[in-house]
């Protein structure tokens, strides 16, 4: 090759030249810091091949921020709370979302409270000369059976939940009059609603009334609704709250208030989802406020509950034991907790360990951070309950569905406000949670229509629909014909 064309040709032809700027009217920089006018000026960086002399060249967005204070590349910045927000509110409006919430919390809150009833009951099953898992696997028992129903109901349709509904309510009224008569009925703690099965099984009718006053005023208000009936007042009332009454004597007539407390809150429930009007709601609450006043006020046993919300003493003859040492238990807890059977307060100190107080041992072995997940899980159940009321366009599946969250949530709020001595001791038991066969049977059952519910959603049925494997191959399938034959 010649000489003169090996020197004339760029070494780097990648590169065309060296942009710097300089001064207006000043040249272009040589080697030797002297440009051809002999002016000076600023590097500026490589003009590529294909560029225009004068073109500026952009660096990366990674290359710009290197050197600024850190002297390296910036780190990527986490989604600030907007962005999680939003990723949230995107999950939650998923439409399988309120149907694994009602199964997950509902199974989590039942496996933990079974952990409990077995912690909190050892010591009371060997002072009675029981095994130390005799009530344990009561509850055992109790939750096999809770699941077989949770399940029957889960696959049940709405229209054999309704079918159900009037059987359910008979046999409660029957069973609950049967309390009443001597031989038949037992006492416990000094209320008569209990029926002996014979061998260490009793049954209380009163947590399955519960339950037909849900299943029983959806089917009725629904079927009022579709006939536009609703707007008269005395076919929002009769007979709705005539039978819920009836059902409300025979549970103060064994003095169990309260139950009636918690069955007053479903008909007010029922009534606040039927669009009764604020005048008509508020004298139903006024006439119930009443009555709930005059049987407190004539029982002596019933006004020292009151007298012991916020107590931090024991009082002068002993009347707020229960509730001075639920508040001792919370408190040693700390944190943490002292750890599972570690707990000091059911060794006697603290009546009713594993049913009515067993969040107060909760609390003393799995601390605030174990109390706090229960609340986290019932807030949990509770929301999506809500979410399948008013998500629905069937009327029964938004009464029924309103009607058992509005059982679940308050009794829960009742039980956990009296352990923490906000609220008088009502004596009902933690849902899914407390020791008690006859309480967790029908709340399971009301779990499995909740899951019915929302399943039954258009959009989740059609999301569940698509997880099937022959569904979802043949819908791949289908997309693979569709595209085109040069793709693969």
């Not at 500026?56 to 780190?75: D, E, H, K």
């Not at 979410?387 to 509005?406: H, I, K, N």
Request: aromatic content about 10%.
């Amino acid at each position: 090759m010649p000489a003169d064309d090996i020197a004339g040709r760029d070494p780097h032809p990648a590169v065309r030249r060296w942009e710097f700027a300089g001064a207006p009217g000043q040249g272009h920089r040589s080697g030797d810091g002297a440009g051809p006018a002999g002016g000076r000026g600023t590097w500026r960086g490589l003009a590529l091949r294909g560029r225009p002399g004068g073109a500026a060249v952009r660096r990366p967005a990674n290359a710009r921020g290197a050197g600024r204070g850190t002297g390296g590349p910036r780190l990527p910045r986490g989604p600030g709370p907007r962005q999680i927000y939003e990723r949230a509110r995107r999950a939650w409006d998923r439409p399988l979302t309120a149907y694994y919430v009602i199964l997950g919390s509902g199974l989590l809150i039942t496996v933990l409270g079974l952990v409990m009833v077995y912690s909190a009951s050892m010591i009371y099953a060997l002072q009675l000369s029981l095994p130390g898992t005799y009530f344990f696997r009561k509850q055992f028992v109790a939750v096999a059976l809770g699941t077989g129903l949770l399940l029957l109901a889960s696959k049940m349709p709405a229209k054999l939940h309704r079918a159900f509904s009037y059987p359910l309510l008979v046999g409660t009224v029957f069973l609950m009059v049967l309390v009443q008569i001597p031989g038949i009925g037992r006492s416990v703690n000094g209320n008569q609603n209990w029926i002996y099965l014979g061998g260490p099984f009793q049954l209380q009718p009163s947590e399955f009334g519960k339950l037909a006053l849900i299943l029983w005023g959806a089917d009725l208000l629904a079927r009022k609704q579709d006939k536009r009936l609703l707007t008269q007042w005395k076919h929002l009332l009769v007979p709705l709250v005539p039978v819920a009454f009836m059902l409300l004597g025979l549970i103060m007539l064994g003095g169990d208030m309260g139950t009636a407390i918690i069955l007053t809150s479903i008909l007010f429930g029922l009534l606040w989802l039927a669009g009764a009007p604020t005048r008509l709601f508020g004298g139903v609450l006024l006439l119930a406020g009443l009555v709930g006043f005059t049987l407190i006020k004539t029982n002596e046993n019933r006004l020292s509950r009151f007298s012991c919300v916020g107590a931090i003493d024991l009082g002068p003859q002993g009347q707020c034991w229960q509730a001075v040492h639920g508040i001792y238990a919370l408190a040693s807890g700390g944190w943490f907790g002292s750890g599972l059977g570690a707990s000091v307060e059911k060794w006697g100190q603290l009546p009713e360990p594993h049913t009515d107080f067993i969040f107060a041992i909760t609390g003393e072995e799995l601390g605030l951070a174990g109390t706090l997940s229960v609340l986290a899980l019932f807030a949990a159940l509770g929301y999506a309950g809500i979410r399948v009321a008013g998500r629905t366009e069937d009327p029964f599946v938004r009464y029924a569905a309103g009607g058992v969250t509005t059982w679940i949530t308050v009794q829960a709020v009742v039980n956990i406000g009296a352990v923490l001595g906000l609220l008088p001791i009502a004596g009902v038991p933690l849902p899914l949670f407390s020791y008690g066969g006859s309480a967790l049977l029908p709340t399971m059952f009301a779990i499995g229509l909740l899951i019915a519910f929302a399943r039954e959603d258009p959009a989740a049925k059609a999301a569940l629909a698509m997880r099937r494997p022959g569904v979802r191959w043949k819908t791949m399938r289908r997309r693979v014909k569709k595209r085109p034959s040069g793709e693969r």
